[in-house]
């Protein structure tokens, strides 16, 4: 069972900064793409940022030029650097991991972590 944990949430001023972290741990083979998704109040979850195994990543449009997504392979962890927060990031932030496990192809998600941005 693959487990995934997230750290770095909290609140920010607007403008701040916040960098989200996402570890996986457990018997994993292959890592394939990660994300991360945020679900605010009253809202569906949304695709934020992806990253595939080969580097490429895609930003949804509200935090093009602003979110960062990066993945460190020896850690199977994936980040998300947010600058220039506004309070419309305000939200539950979850990240994503497609692998090969024990189990063979499988999709997992993180307990979620907020992130709140004051005006």
């Known amino acids: 069972q693959v487990q995934l944990v997230e750290s770095g949430g909290g609140l920010v001023q607007f403008g701040g900064s916040l960098r989200l972290s996402c570890a996986a741990s457990g018997i994993i083979f292959r890592i394939y793409a990660m994300g991360w998704y945020r679900q605010a109040p009253g809202k569906q979850r949304e695709l934020v940022a992806a990253i595939t195994s080969g580097g490429n990543t895609n930003y949804t449009d509200s935090v093009k030029g602003r979110f960062t997504i990066s993945r460190d392979n020896t850690k199977n962890t994936v980040y998300l650097q947010m600058n220039s927060l506004k309070p419309d990031d305000t939200a539950v932030y979850y990240c994503?991991?497609?692998?090969?496990?024990?189990?063979?192809?499988?999709?997992?998600w993180g307990q979620g972590t907020q992130v709140t941005v004051s005006s």
């Open positions: 994503n991991i497609a692998v090969f496990d024990s189990l063979g192809r499988n999709d997992y």
